[in-house]
């Protein structure tokens, strides 16, 4: 089988248009006191190109889920990217060093890395792949051999070029690197061959449908200089000082205080008008991690921008005068499973019990996030692909009676796997890490639970790491974690097959393959399911797999949800283009998801 | 004050009375939230520190001061009078403990080399420099970091044994002193043995700075236990404590002020108090020791 | 005596080093837990490998040898997070930390020298009650607490000085005075009141002595002998005082630089704690405890040296 990406047709286009103009109502709603133009209204000429025909639909529109709200002009100022001026971004933290195949990364970080680095594919508005670094890629029948084409004329920071023989030379570093290693063995990638000056052929050990998804993401998908493998001090060198080809370079970084990066003269990409880009000369990141002032640096302008992943912080960002705000939910959530191989919580009546007693609104409300995060129920959004109805409709409601019934239930019967007396309470230990907000959350979950009678609730909190310690399991299935109880967040934008697949394995797997099944949960059906999906790249076919997955998982009850994750950039009012920016072929990309913020086409409008 | 009561209370009392106006007030308020922090099951109408009222449909998130919440509500609809009372008890539990174990191992360890001197001296002292060469937040924080689980108990201890070796310096060299003073070379002179010396003349002599030492101590402590909480080291939730409090709401501090000013107040009053009642006294033994 | 001093502060190193060392490795949870991301936790190879990178495989006596060994001659180790060496991470930030310390000193003793001789020249008048008063409050607030209120009056609210960051002297020295005043007048506040006691409580004892008498009998200005004659003898408590309270210093640093997101040491130690970057955290802390323990010892020596009375005694 041979295949292209696709591009998407009109039809797809007129979609997100629309639902982008729902998403700006919904937002807009609860404070549309003012004429406030949203972001629809914003960009309708440029005039960095005033060669361009027409340019009647603002690609700030197309992102489905994002939405720039102005909240102070009253009137649509005639925007678009001026070139030139300069951005500073305040992050919730800094990145522990910028090597996309080594270093740890979230959000904050990868809003750096993705200046300094592209992606051999990206995502389009829509969710789907698209060649960026790279100009095409088809597989084989099996997807076992995949092929593709690097765009030529790419050169790095120092001036050496992008060949086929550069992807070869990163699978070298790629197999020590404490983040590309993983996505190596999961991706099932075996080997890569320069086939050509532009044409690199990657073999996998097993059929993997989506295997584009994984040269989309960070570990194994930006693309380093060749010089940067070259021994172990070049390698710790390139936490600090990274070369790759995107439109800014390092100019200087002071690790916890501030990375300045300047404008790559030689960037390759233009946009859809044939200015080059990227738009602003600099672009200086500063970690602020508190919250607070994060905001106020902005609001004062000692920053003119700032991401966070806190509800609370979008309420006041919205309370704030002079701010665009590019918000984003999206898959994210957060939420939290059960270690089912541990009594209690081997019962399934227990795990729904809870869930039922749950109540995600007012964990919301809790943090802050009340009208602005959207409750959820399963591990896609509903503008996903991959989003059921079904399992929706079958995820529990708050309801204390119901809930309290079926733990009730648990406790009279005399076989209860806690060993505990008919009728006495059961015990819980909720676990989460010492973050203030999570905090919150969590103690709304043990007052409901408690407040059933029927609970003891303690609750703890370990760091990431140590969290992480607990829930892994033992490669040979024998250790099949210490925790009870874990807050967890997940989903992104990225196709699901992977995660899925190591997710919910068997933990008693000698291969390891359910090492990172935290919950221990797993139905040989349901995880059948899970592996047909990554035998098929057609997006409908694999959603009513993950669907079939998801019903026996919603039934079964490993892990709970306690609310959307709303995300934000703001940005000092003018400085916008983070939810306009475009593919090479002129299509709209995904915007700003979890507020990784793509600075190559960000710019000051335009007077 | 009648001669119906005890006289340890008259002496209490007569002690109030000496003191200056300001510690008068340090030392009610100090009563006041020790019996508040002890007795907060009883106060009539005081709200749960953990009841979150919204939940339930009774109260709202972050209200601001009314009548049934004087001091308002934190991001989980609790109330915050209630959860600064019943924050008294962590900041207490950590500093009596600390005094505890500080006065008791340490006095008792500082009294002994103070007085035995000689090799064990040496020893015991060299290993005191050890710990004390690390600055104290550091060592508190490894430690902290290192016990992994965090409740009032293990906090309480850590910052308790940690006491010890600065304890055990102020008294060994309160001890030096005393072991040079006449009455107990008086006592040698006549053949008392050694550990009726250190029991009957040393220790009793000792303990009365250790305790004014005590006071100020427990400032520090406070304020230790307030430092760890607020890098979210210390109690876990739901315990409430000042320092916990403050964390929590400091992201939102330039929205709303108050609920960082609250715990914060609680604090410095209770600092405060501790260091100008320990002072008070620090100054009179040492007029009193000076007047042996 | 002056060698018995110096062998003594290499022994306290050894050991405090030792100790700092079993502490560390004594953290619940496996490290290569934090170096590994979940995804490849399961492999055990590669997993494998890195242990043997960091050399957690030996025993730790082995480790701890390995370890003295390489940072005597200045190899600390790299963080397991950022494979950065430990001894640069320092070296880089020391400057950061040892200003803000230092600036914070320099406050604290300004305001605190003319208070203190004023306090003392004016003992028991109200003038003196007072200062005594304001000391007592001040050491009563935490410097986190006061470093909160700093930033919501003066960055926030006023918007005079940043809440956050750090410029290097390097860069911009109206940047650099800008980023330093809020964190050490967090730091200088506490030490305020530490200071103006100090040097009340010599100045009066000072006030007493002979000199100081015949001085005034020759009719000599009263500031005039407050600052010539007096403040001199006490400047030596002072530095006694200055070296004692580094440590409670440092410990402010970890917390202020925490609040004002200050690249220094404290930051990084306190980051490293959560990160159970356990290279990281055991080169810190040695290196604080040394700096501490060395600066004490220097303390010390120049005591000895400059009071005869205690060349003496010892």
């Known amino acids: 089988m041979n295949m292209t990406l696709r591009k998407r047709g009109t039809g797809m286009r007129l979609t997100a248009v629309l ?157 020590t690197g404490a983040q590309s290693a993983g996505v190596i063995a999961s991706s099932k990638l075996i080997n890569v061959e320069a086939t050509g000056d532009l044409e690199v052929t990657y073999t996998l050990s097993g059929t993997n449908a989506i295997f584009v998804a994984n040269l989309s993401r960070a570990p194994i998908g930006m693309v380093f200089a060749p010089s940067t493998g070259a021994d172990e001090d070049a390698v710790t060198a390139a936490a600090n000082a990274p070369i790759g080809t995107g439109p800014f370079m390092v100019d200087s970084r002071d690790v916890d205080n501030k990375t300045v990066m300047v404008r790559n003269p030689n960037y390759w990409m233009s946009d859809s008008f044939g200015t080059q880009l990227p738009y602003l000369d600099s672009v200086t990141f500063h970690p602020i991690p508190d919250e607070g002032t994060r905001l106020s640096s902005l609001a004062s302008g000692t920053v003119t921008a700032m991401q966070s992943l806190r509800q609370a ?226 997006v409908a076919e694999r959603a009513a797999l993950y669907e079939k997955f998801g019903l026996i998982m919603v039934e079964a009850m490993p892990i709970y949800f306690s609310g959307g994750t709303a995300t934000v950039i703001a940005t000092a009012e003018g400085l916008g283009g983070l939810d306009s920016w475009e593919m090479p072929d002129g299509e709209a990309g995904i915007g700003h998801p979890s507020a990784e913020g793509r600075w190559s086409q960000a710019y000051w409008a335009a007077e | 004050m009648s001669s119906f009561l005890p006289s340890w209370i008259r002496t209490m009392f007569r002690v109030f009375w000496a003191m200056p106006l300001v510690t008068k007030l340090c030392t009610f308020w100090l009563t006041t939230i020790i019996l508040a922090a002890i007795f907060a099951d009883f106060i009539p109408k005081l709200a749960d520190p953990s009841y ?107 910052v308790g044994v940690l006491a010890i070796p600065y304890y055990a310096r102020v008294s060994r060299a309160n001890a030096l002193a005393v072991s040079r003073r006449e009455f107990v070379a008086a006592a040698r002179a006549i053949g008392t043995k050694d550990r009726t010396i250190l029991w009957r003349e040393v220790i009793p002599n000792v303990m009365p700075t250790v305790l004014a030492f005590a006071l100020v101590s427990a400032a520090v402590t406070v304020v230790l236990e307030g430092t760890l909480a607020f890098l979210g080291l210390s109690v876990q939730p739901p315990t409430p404590s000042w320092g916990v409090m403050i964390n929590a709401a400091r992201a939102d501090l330039r929205i709303n002020i108050w609920p960082v000013i609250w715990p914060s107040l609680m604090l410095v009053f209770t600092v405060y108090s501790l260091n100008n009642v320990g002072d008070w006294f620090r100054i009179r033994t040492a007029h009193k020791t000076a007047a042996l | 005596m002056l060698a018995a001093r110096l062998v003594r502060l290499v022994a306290t190193i050894l050991v405090v080093s030792f100790v700092t060392f079993m502490m560390v490795n004594l953290l619940p949870g496996d490290p290569i837990n934090a170096l590994v991301p979940p995804e490849a936790q399961n492999n055990q190879e590669f997993v494998e490998q890195l242990r043997e990178e960091f050399g957690l495989n030996d025993p730790m006596m082995v480790r701890y040898a390995n370890w003295l060994g390489d940072a005597v001659t200045g190899d600390l180790g790299k963080s397991v997070i950022t494979s950065q060496p430990v001894a640069g991470e320092i070296w880089r930030r020391l400057p950061i930390t040892a200003e803000l310390a230092l600036v914070a000193i320099g406050f604290s003793l300004f305001i605190a020298i ?90 009066i004892s000072t006030l007493q002595e002979d000199y100081i008498l015949s001085a005034r009998a020759k009719g000599l200005k009263d500031r005039f002998i407050l600052f010539r004659h007096a403040l001199r003898p006490s400047s030596l408590t002072l530095i006694t005082v200055v070296g004692l309270n580094v440590g409670a210093l440092i410990g402010g640093t970890v917390v202020i630089e925490t609040l004002f997101a200050i690249p220094g040491l404290g930051k990084r130690l306190l980051d490293a704690v959560f990160q159970r970057d356990f290279l990281m955290i055991q080169g810190i802390t040695v290196f604080v405890a040394v700096v501490y323990v060395t600066i004490n010892t220097l303390v010390d020596i120049i005591y000895m040296l400059v009071d005869p009375r205690i060349r003496k005694k010892v």
């Open chain 1, 19 to 175: 639902l982008a103009a729902v998403m700006v109502a919904t937002a807009c709603g609860s404070d549309s006191d003012d004429t406030s133009p949203s972001a629809t209204t914003v960009a309708t000429e440029t005039t960095a190109a005033p060669e361009a025909p027409e340019t009647t639909t603002a690609p700030t529109t197309e992102a489905p889920a994002t939405t720039a709200t102005p909240t102070t002009t009253t009137e649509a100022p005639p925007v678009g990217p001026a070139q030139g001026g300069d951005a500073s971004v305040g992050l919730e933290a800094e990145a522990p060093g910028l090597r996309p195949w080594e270093d740890t990364c979230s959000s904050p970080c990868y809003n750096m890395m993705a200046a300094v680095f592209d992606k051999l594919f990206e995502q389009y508005a829509d969710g789907s792949y698209g060649a960026f670094l790279a100009e095409s890629i088809s597989a084989n029948d099996d997807f076992t051999v995949w092929t593709m084409n690097l765009r030529p004329d790419v050169v790095f920071h120092d001036g050496s070029e992008l060949t086929a023989q550069t992807i070869v030379d990163m699978f070298v570093v790629h197999q």
């Open chain 1, 313 to 538: 912080s979008i309420r006041d960002a919205r309370d704030t005068e002079g701010l665009w705000l590019f918000e984003h939910q999206g898959n994210n959530t957060g939420g939290g499973m059960f270690n089912v191989t541990v009594a209690p919580y081997d019962d399934a009546r227990v795990r729904k019990g809870l869930i039922t007693m749950s109540n995600q609104a007012a964990t919301i409300e809790a943090l802050g996030g009340e009208g602005i995060s959207l409750p959820t129920t399963q591990l896609f959004a509903s503008e996903s692909p991959f989003y059921s109805e079904a399992i929706a409709a079958a995820y529990p409601t708050h309801d204390m009676a119901a809930g309290s019934a079926l733990v009730q239930e648990y406790i009279d019967d005399p076989d209860r796997s806690d060993g505990l007396a008919v009728g006495e309470k059961i015990s819980v230990t909720l676990s989460c890490p010492p973050d203030p907000t999570l905090i919150a959350a969590m103690q709304v979950s043990q007052v409901l639970w408690e407040a059933s009678g029927l609970v003891d609730v303690e609750l703890t909190g370990f760091d990431q790491a140590t969290h992480i310690g607990m829930a892994v399991g033992a490669a040979d299935g024998t250790f099949i974690g210490t925790h009870d109880i874990h807050c967890w967040r997940w989903g992104s934008e990225d196709d699901p097959a992977a995660g899925m697949l190591s997710g919910f394995g068997d933990p008693f797997d000698p291969s390891g393959a359910g090492a990172l099944n935290f919950s221990n949960w797993y139905d040989e059906e349901a995880y059948g399911y899970v592996v047909e999906a990554t035998l098929t790249d057609d």
């Open chain 2, 52 to 158: 979150q009222g919204f939940l339930f449909g009774t109260d709202v998130t972050n209200d601001g001061q009314s009548l049934h919440h004087w001091l308002g509500t934190d991001n989980n609809s609790r109330d915050i009078l209630s959860r600064l009372i019943y924050g008294t008890r962590v900041s207490l539990t950590v500093a009596v403990t600390a005094v505890a174990f500080g006065t008791f191992f340490g006095g008792l360890l500082g009294s002994f080399v103070g007085y035995v001197r000689g090799r064990r001296e040496a020893a015991i002292m060299a290993s005191i420099d050890v710990i004390l060469a690390f600055p104290a937040l550091v060592l508190l924080l490894t430690v902290v970091t290192l016990l992994g689980k965090r409740n009032l108990l293990v906090i309480s201890l850590v």
């Open chain 3, 114 to 203: 003319p208070l203190g001789t004023l306090s003392a020249y004016k003992q028991g008048k109200r003038v003196d009650q007072s200062i005594s008063a304001a000391a007592q409050v001040s050491l009563s607030i935490p410097n986190f607490v006061l470093g909160l209120l700093l930033i919501y009056v003066f960055a926030m609210r006023l918007q005079w000085l940043p809440a956050t960051g750090w410029t290097r002297l390097t860069e911009s020295v109206s940047g650099n005075i800008k980023s330093v005043i809020l964190p050490a007048l967090s730091l200088a506040l506490a030490e305020v009141a530490v200071y103006t006691r100090v040097v009340r409580s010599d100045m």
